[in-house]
C-alpha cells in the first residue's frame, strides 16, 4: 500500500471514530456496537504505531472521546478524567501483566472492580463540603452538574472521618438501577414520549437536564472509585476505598485484592455469570495495580494509565428465528410492535419476546417475515432485536409491514407528521385505551385510590359497571353488581367505596394528571395547574397562552387543546366536577407579613441552597411582591440559584434586569 492509501484509511478511521463518539457521547445514540467501535479504534490504533508520521494529536486513539456542553459551566479538572485501555481477551490481559512485571518487577498486587456501565463524575470536596460535582466531558474540561448531583442521596454533602484531605477530588460512575430505568422508561411511553435504550443512557441524559427538580424525580446511584488529592495521606489504593467508605462514600462491596494475574482471571470469570444478577449494569471489570508508588512509576499514555486496564465482556446475544410481530395498544391509543420470538435462553434466562419499539425499528432493521434475528440482553428485562442475520433470510420472504388497523377495535391507526408512534384514534371505543385510562386514573401517581386495583377496573369493564373516569364516582350506586363479582365480600365494597370518596380530596394537579392527555404527565400537570388555576382556564386557553407557561411545548400545548375540543371530554369533566373533584388549584391564603416588596415583581430560576422555589415565591407575596410568569422588561428582580437556563439568563442581562441572590431576597424585605 502507498503512504497515500494509508493516509486515507486512516483518515477515513479518524473521521468515522468521531462521528461515533458524537454519536455515543453527545446524542446518547451509537448506531454500532461497543465491541466494534473497539475494534476499529484498535485498528486504527496499529496503523498508526506503524506509521507514525500520519498520526495527528485529534485521533480518537489519543483523546477521551466526550465533549462540554453549552448549558453549564465549564470547569477545568485539576487532575485530567482520563479513559481506560480495554480488551476483550485474556492473552492481552496476561501481556499487560507481563509489561507491568518487566517495568516495577514481581512485587505487586492488583485491585479488582466492576467496571458500572454509567457516566464517569468528578466530586470536588473542599474542606469536608462538597464544592463541585463536574462531567468527565472531554477529558480536560467538564460541564459543571453539581446542582443535578446533589440530588442523588448516595453522595454526601458533608463528609467527616479520619484523614480527609482539606482538598480533594473523588471519582466515581453514575447510575441508574435497572428497576429506576424499566419503571421510568414505561412511564415516558404511556406519555407518548421518547424511550431511553439503556440505564446508561438514561442516567446520562438525566444529569445532564436543566431542571434538578426533575433530576430529583429520577433516582441516580454512585459508587466511588479514585481518590485525587496533593497531599493523598494513603499508600495504596486499597487503602483509600476503605477510607473514603467511613468518610460517608458509598463504595462497591465487590472490589478484591488480587495478588496475580491469575486471581484476576478467576474473578473475571466469576462475574461473567454473576453479573446479571446485579441490580445495575456493568460492561466489564477494571483491574488496577494497587500501590499509588508504583502508579506513578507506571504512568500515563495519552490517553489512560499505563497501571490500569479495563476487561469488558461482550454483549450477551443470541440468534433465535422471528414468528410473528404483535401489536399491544396502550392508554393513550399508543401502538407498538413486538417481537415474538422462537423461544431461546440467554443471560440465564428464556427469551420469547422482545420491544421493537415503533415503525420506524422495523424499517431500520428491514425486518421480513421467519428472519432470523440477533437478541442482545442488556441490563433491561425486556431484550432488543439487534439485527438481522441475511444471509439466513428466507427466500422470497415478505418485508413486515407495519399493521393499519388498531388490533384491538379494528380502527384505522393513525400517524402523525415527523412522529414515530402510530395511534388508535378511537379512544372512546378502543379496550384497552377504556380500561388503561381508568387503570392510570386510579394510580398510586395519579389518583392513588385505594380499595381498587388494575384487575377490579378490568373485570368492572367487563361487566359494564366502568367505562368512563367518571363511572368510578357512580360505582356506590351499584352495590347491588358489586356483590356479584367474584373474590368481592363485603369488606372490599366498603373499602372500595370508602376510597373512591376520599379521592375527591385530591388536589387538582393530580386530577389533571389522571384524566391522561397525551404528553400531560405528571410534572406538566403541576405547572399547567399552577399557571392556570382552573380547569376552566386550561380548557379556554389558546396556542400562545399555552406555550406562554413555564415548560410546556408546542407539541403539549396541542394536545391539550385537542383534548379540550372534544365534546365527550368536556361532559366527562362536568361530571366529574358534579361528584365533587377538585378542578381548581388551592390556592394558600397569603398573610401579608409586610409591604416591603409592594409593586416590586419576581422570577424565581434555579436551585436554592435554603429555600424550594415554592417556599421563596411564599416569601416573596408574604411581603407584598408579586410573582411573573416569564422575564419582560417590566421584572424588577430575577432571583437566581443554581443552575439557571442559559436563555433566561441571557434575556435577563440582554434587559439589564438586576440579578440577586436568595440572601440579598431576605436583606430586601427586612
Ligand atoms: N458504540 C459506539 O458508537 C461508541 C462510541 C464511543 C465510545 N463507545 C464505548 O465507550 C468506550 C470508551 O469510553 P471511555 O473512554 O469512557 O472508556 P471506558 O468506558 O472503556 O472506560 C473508562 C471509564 O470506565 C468507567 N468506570 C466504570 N467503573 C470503573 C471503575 N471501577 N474504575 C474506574 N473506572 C470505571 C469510568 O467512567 C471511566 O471513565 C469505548 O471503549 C466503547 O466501548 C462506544
Ligand atoms: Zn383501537
Same mark, same amino acid.
Given at each position: 500500500?502507498?503512504?497515500?492509501?494509508?493516509?486515507?484509511?486512516?483518515?477515513?478511521?479518524?473521521?468515522?471514530?468521531?462521528? #461515533?463518539?458524537?454519536?455515543?457521547?453527545?446524542?446518547?445514540?451509537?448506531?454500532?456496537?461497543?465491541?466494534?467501535?473497539?475494534?476499529?479504534?484498535?485498528?486504527? &490504533?496499529?496503523?498508526?504505531?506503524?506509521?507514525?508520521?500520519?498520526?495527528?494529536?485529534? @485521533?480518537?486513539?489519543? =483523546?477521551?472521546?466526550?465533549?462540554?456542553?453549552?448549558?453549564?459551566?465549564?470547569?477545568?479538572?485539576?487532575?485530567?478524567?482520563?479513559?481506560?485501555? /480495554?480488551?476483550?481477551?485474556?492473552?492481552?490481559?496476561?501481556?499487560?501483566?507481563?509489561?507491568?512485571?518487566?517495568?516495577?518487577?514481581?512485587?505487586?498486587?492488583?485491585?479488582?472492580?466492576?467496571?458500572?456501565?454509567?457516566?464517569?463524575? @468528578?466530586?470536588?470536596?473542599?474542606?469536608?463540603?462538597?464544592?463541585?460535582? $463536574?462531567?468527565?466531558?472531554?477529558?480536560?474540561?467538564?460541564?459543571?452538574?453539581?446542582?443535578?448531583?446533589?440530588?442523588?442521596?448516595?453522595?454526601?454533602?458533608?463528609?467527616?472521618?479520619?484523614?480527609?484531605?482539606?482538598?480533594?477530588?473523588?471519582?466515581?460512575?453514575?447510575?441508574?438501577? #435497572?428497576?429506576?430505568?424499566?419503571?421510568?422508561?414505561?412511564?415516558?411511553?404511556?406519555?407518548?414520549?421518547?424511550?431511553?435504550?439503556?440505564?446508561?443512557?438514561?442516567?446520562?441524559?438525566?444529569?445532564?437536564?436543566?431542571?434538578?427538580?426533575?433530576?430529583?424525580? +429520577?433516582?441516580?446511584?454512585?459508587?466511588?472509585?479514585?481518590?485525587?488529592?496533593?497531599?493523598?495521606?494513603?499508600?495504596?489504593?486499597?487503602?483509600?476505598?476503605?477510607?473514603?467508605?467511613?468518610?460517608?462514600?458509598?463504595? @462497591?462491596?465487590?472490589? =478484591?485484592?488480587?495478588?496475580?494475574?491469575?486471581?484476576?482471571?478467576?474473578?473475571?470469570?466469576?462475574?461473567? %455469570?454473576?453479573?446479571?444478577?446485579?441490580?445495575?449494569?456493568?460492561?466489564?471489570?477494571?483491574?488496577? $495495580?494497587?500501590?499509588?508508588?508504583?502508579?506513578?512509576?507506571?504512568?500515563?499514555?495519552?490517553?489512560?494509565?499505563?497501571?490500569?486496564?479495563?476487561?469488558?465482556?461482550?454483549?450477551?446475544?443470541?440468534?433465535?428465528?422471528?414468528?410473528?410481530?404483535?401489536?399491544?395498544?396502550?392508554?393513550?391509543?399508543?401502538?407498538?410492535?413486538?417481537?415474538?420470538?422462537?423461544? $431461546?435462553?440467554?443471560?440465564?434466562?428464556?427469551?420469547?419476546?422482545?420491544?421493537? #419499539?415503533?415503525?420506524?425499528?422495523?424499517? +431500520?432493521?428491514?425486518?421480513?417475515?421467519?428472519?432470523?434475528?440477533?437478541?442482545?440482553?442488556?441490563?433491561?428485562?425486556?431484550?432488543?432485536?439487534?439485527?438481522?442475520?441475511?444471509? *439466513?433470510?428466507?427466500?422470497?420472504?415478505?418485508?413486515?409491514?407495519?399493521?393499519?388497523?388498531?388490533?384491538?377495535?379494528?380502527?384505522?391507526?393513525?400517524?402523525?407528521?415527523?412522529?414515530?408512534?402510530?395511534?388508535?384514534?378511537?379512544?372512546?371505543?378502543?379496550?384497552?385505551?377504556?380500561?388503561?385510562?381508568m387503570q392510570h386514573f386510579i394510580s398510586r401517581k395519579a389518583m392513588n385510590i385505594?380499595?381498587?386495583?388494575?384487575?377490579?377496573?378490568?373485570?368492572?369493564?367487563?361487566?359494564?359497571?366502568?367505562?368512563?373516569?367518571?363511572?368510578?364516582?357512580?360505582?356506590?350506586?351499584?352495590e347491588e353488581d358489586l356483590k356479584n363479582l367474584e373474590r368481592f365480600g363485603a369488606k372490599s365494597i366498603t373499602n372500595l367505596i370508602e376510597g373512591i370518596e376520599k379521592?375527591?380530596?385530591?388536589?387538582?394537579?393530580?386530577?389533571?394528571?389522571?384524566?391522561?392527555?397525551?404528553?400531560?404527565?405528571?410534572? $406538566?400537570?403541576? *405547572?399547567?395547574? *399552577?399557571?392556570?388555576?382552573?380547569?376552566?382556564?386550561?380548557?379556554?386557553?389558546?396556542?400562545?397562552?399555552?406555550?406562554?407557561?413555564?415548560?410546556?411545548? %408546542?407539541?403539549?400545548?396541542?394536545?391539550?387543546? &385537542?383534548?379540550?375540543?372534544?365534546?365527550?371530554?368536556?361532559? %366527562?369533566?362536568? =361530571?366529574?366536577?358534579?361528584?365533587?373533584?377538585?378542578?381548581?388549584?388551592?390556592?394558600?391564603?397569603?398573610?401579608?407579613?409586610?409591604?416591603?416588596?409592594?409593586?416590586?415583581?419576581?422570577?424565581?430560576?434555579?436551585?436554592?441552597?435554603?429555600?424550594? +422555589?415554592?417556599?421563596?415565591?411564599?416569601?416573596?407575596?408574604? /411581603?407584598?411582591?408579586?410573582?411573573?410568569?416569564?422575564?419582560?422588561?417590566?421584572?424588577?428582580?430575577?432571583?437566581?440559584?443554581?443552575?439557571?437556563?442559559?436563555?433566561?439568563?441571557?434575556?435577563?442581562?440582554?434587559?439589564?434586569?438586576?440579578?440577586?441572590?436568595?440572601?440579598?431576597?431576605?436583606?430586601?424585605?427586612?
Open positions: 500500500m502507498s503512504g497515500i492509501d494509508i493516509k486515507d484509511q486512516i483518515d477515513a478511521l479518524v473521521q468515522e471514530l468521531k462521528l #461515533h463518539n458524537y454519536n455515543y457521547y453527545v446524542l446518547a445514540m451509537p448506531t454500532i456496537s461497543d465491541y466494534d467501535f473497539d475494534q476499529k479504534l484498535k485498528q486504527l &490504533e496499529a496503523l498508526e504505531k506503524e506509521y507514525p508520521a500520519f498520526l495527528s494529536s485529534d @485521533s480518537p486513539t489519543q =483523546k477521551v472521546g466526550g465533549e462540554i456542553t453549552k448549558n453549564f459551566t465549564t470547569i477545568t479538572h485539576k487532575w485530567p478524567m482520563m479513559s481506560l485501555g /480495554n480488551t476483550y481477551n485474556e492473552q492481552d490481559l496476561i501481556d499487560f501483566d507481563q509489561r507491568i512485571k518487566k517495568a516495577i518487577g514481581d512485587n505487586f498486587e492488583y485491585v479488582c472492580e466492576l467496571k458500572f456501565d454509567g457516566l464517569s463524575m @468528578s466530586l470536588t470536596y473542599e474542606n469536608g463540603k462538597l464544592a463541585r460535582a $463536574v462531567t468527565r466531558g472531554d477529558g480536560t474540561k467538564g460541564d459543571d452538574v453539581t446542582a443535578n448531583v446533589k440530588t442523588i442521596r448516595n453522595i454526601p454533602t458533608t463528609i467527616s472521618g479520619e484523614k480527609i484531605p482539606d482538598y480533594f477530588d473523588i471519582r466515581g460512575e453514575v447510575f441508574m438501577h #435497572h428497576a429506576a430505568f424499566e419503571k421510568l422508561n414505561q412511564e415516558r411511553i404511556e406519555n407518548g414520549e421518547a424511550v431511553f435504550a439503556n440505564p446508561r443512557n438514561f442516567a446520562s441524559g438525566t444529569v445532564k437536564m436543566q431542571d434538578s427538580a426533575e433530576v430529583a424525580k +429520577r433516582p441516580l446511584d454512585c459508587f466511588l472509585y479514585f481518590l485525587y488529592s496533593d497531599n493523598n495521606p494513603f499508600k495504596t489504593h486499597w487503602e483509600s476505598l476503605q477510607a473514603v467508605k467511613s468518610w460517608g462514600f458509598k463504595i @462497591s462491596e465487590e472490589s =478484591k485484592l488480587c495478588p496475580t494475574i491469575q486471581d484476576v482471571l478467576s474473578f473475571i470469570k466469576i462475574w461473567d %455469570e454473576k453479573r446479571f444478577g446485579l441490580s445495575y449494569d456493568i460492561d466489564g471489570i477494571v483491574i488496577k $495495580v494497587n500501590s499509588y508508588a508504583q502508579q506513578q512509576e507506571l504512568g500515563f499514555t495519552a490517553k489512560s494509565p499505563r497501571w490500569a486496564i479495563s476487561y469488558k465482556y461482550k454483549a450477551q446475544e443470541v440468534e433465535t428465528v422471528l414468528e410473528k410481530v404483535t401489536y399491544q395498544v396502550g392508554r393513550t391509543g399508543a401502538v407498538t410492535p413486538v417481537a415474538n420470538l422462537k423461544p $431461546v435462553l440467554l443471560a440465564g434466562t428464556t427469551v420469547k419476546r422482545a420491544t421493537l #419499539h415503533n415503525a420506524n425499528e422495523i424499517e +431500520r432493521l428491514d425486518l421480513h417475515e421467519g428472519d432470523t434475528v440477533l437478541v442482545e440482553k442488556g441490563g433491561e428485562i425486556i431484550p432488543k432485536v439487534i439485527q438481522v442475520n441475511l444471509d *439466513k433470510r428466507l427466500p422470497n420472504a415478505q418485508k413486515i409491514a407495519y399493521i393499519h388497523d388498531c388490533p384491538e377495535c379494528d380502527t384505522p391507526l393513525v400517524r402523525t407528521e415527523g412522529e414515530a408512534v402510530h395511534y388508535c384514534p378511537n379512544d372512546e371505543g378502543c379496550p384497552p385505551q377504556i380500561v388503561g385510562r385505594e380499595g381498587i386495583g388494575s384487575e377490579t377496573v378490568e373485570a368492572l369493564y367487563q361487566k359494564g359497571l366502568l367505562k368512563h373516569i367518571s363511572d368510578i364516582y357512580t360505582l356506590k350506586n351499584h379521592s375527591k380530596q385530591m388536589p387538582f394537579e393530580k386530577v389533571l394528571f389522571g384524566l391522561g392527555i397525551r404528553y400531560v404527565g405528571a410534572t $406538566v400537570a403541576l *405547572k399547567l395547574a *399552577k399557571h392556570f388555576k382552573t380547569i376552566d382556564h386550561i380548557s379556554v386557553a389558546n396556542f400562545e397562552e399555552l406555550i406562554a407557561a413555564d415548560e410546556i411545548g %408546542e407539541r403539549i400545548a396541542q394536545s391539550v387543546i &385537542e383534548y379540550f375540543t372534544n365534546p365527550k371530554h368536556q361532559q %366527562e369533566i362536568a =361530571k366529574l366536577k358534579e361528584a365533587g373533584l377538585n378542578f381548581e388549584i388551592e390556592e394558600k391564603e397569603v398573610v401579608l407579613q409586610s409591604e416591603n416588596l409592594s409593586g416590586k415583581t419576581f422570577i424565581i430560576s434555579g436551585v436554592f441552597e435554603n429555600y424550594s +422555589r415554592e417556599q421563596l415565591k411564599d416569601i416573596i407575596e408574604a /411581603n407584598g411582591g408579586k410573582i411573573l410568569s416569564s422575564i419582560s422588561a417590566k421584572l424588577n428582580y430575577l432571583v437566581a440559584g443554581d443552575n439557571m437556563g442559559p436563555a433566561k439568563l441571557e434575556k435577563a442581562n440582554k434587559l439589564q434586569i438586576p440579578i440577586i441572590t436568595e440572601q440579598d431576597l431576605l436583606t430586601l424585605i427586612q
